[in-house]
């Protein structure tokens, strides 16, 4: 799970049905990312397009993440159902390691060579 601490959730109750819900799409293999319901256009924020349904609550799947638009288009995202993308992730590791793998596999590399050479104390 990775989220930012810079959010204010104002409806707990349904945060953590969100959750539950992100926690089945995880448990099935999926890296969940939560959009958040657009309250008006902003260019400060990325947007996430929504696509198909993935079968687990209200989970689908991701057809593009898009950075800071500007204020057109930002507008015609929201009128065209794009979330604000949330920056709040949960996946089970395994999943994340594999696409670091494919993806970055440095990255993988050197995350994996930090684990095994860790220590408790």
Known sequence: ?????????????????????GLNA???GHIVTFGITPTAPKTS????RRGQPVGLGGACTVDAFVEKPDAGTAARYVAENYLWNSGNFLFRADVLLDELKRHEPAMAAAAEASVSGAATI
């Open 1 to 21: 799970m990775a989220f930012a601490a810079d959010h204010v959730i104002l409806d707990v109750d349904e945060f953590r049905k969100t959750c539950r819900e």
């Open 26 to 28: 995880a448990e099935a």
């Open 45 to 48: 924020y990325g947007y996430i």
